[in-house]
């Protein structure tokens, strides 16, 4: 008794693209939840790696390799909006410290 590779390979990669869709959603709840800005931005840049995961995987299940062109393009777009956020963050928390507090004279 042989079992087909083809079998194997669908089963497998529909196994793969419900577990990243729990691991984004899981993902997103974590997006949600904070607690802190640098929090939000990891999990926001483990959605794009997942997502980009995900669309690899349904290149697989549907053998159009089209998605994988998609999947680069949004890894390269991900990377910018995760580069700009952390520096956004960082030049806040520059900021908040030159502040004076409220509770003392400058």
Known sequence: ???DPTLILMAVSRLSLVLLLISIALACLRLVRGPQAADRVIALDLVAVL???FLAA???NTSNTSFLDVA???ALVAFLG???LA???L???RQKKDRPSP???P
Do not use: D, E, N, W
């Open 58 to 60: 349904y290149a697989i």
């Open 103 to 105: 509770g003392r004279l």
């Open 91 to 93: 030049r806040s928390c």
């Open 1 to 3: 008794m042989t079992v």
């Open 72 to 74: 680069i393009a949004y």
């Open 82 to 84: 995760t580069v700009a």
């Open 51 to 53: 997502i980009v995961a």
């Open 87 to 89: 520096r956004f963050l």
